[in-house]
């Protein structure tokens, strides 16, 4: 017989913007489980974030299937975030002829 443990908590810290972080790193939940939605392995995402703990994504990934909706409705609520950022964004500094831009400005400085 397996004898119990005590539960631990996750290693996520919601910072002063509501972005909720991975331990100590600038590493977001977001980052983490979009990884892992897409097929990463908590292997692969330590690799591609070496500031992560690969005990600390285990640990957030199983915290991610043990509270889906929650971090779901999390995750929409920050793609909505993004949304509207983008939109004021592009609403302040119009993007159409950009690429347009930079490539005369590439050609203008190979002279």
Known sequence: MIPPTPTETPPLETDADGVVRVGKTRV?????ILAFSDGATAEEIAQQYPSLQLADIYSVIGYYLHHRAEVDAYLRQRAQQAE???NL?????????VRDRLLARRASQHR
């Open 84 to 86: 509207q950022v983008r």
């Open 89 to 97: 964004n592009e609403a302040r500094f119009d993007p159409s002829g």
């Open 28 to 32: 977001t939940l977001d980052t983490v």
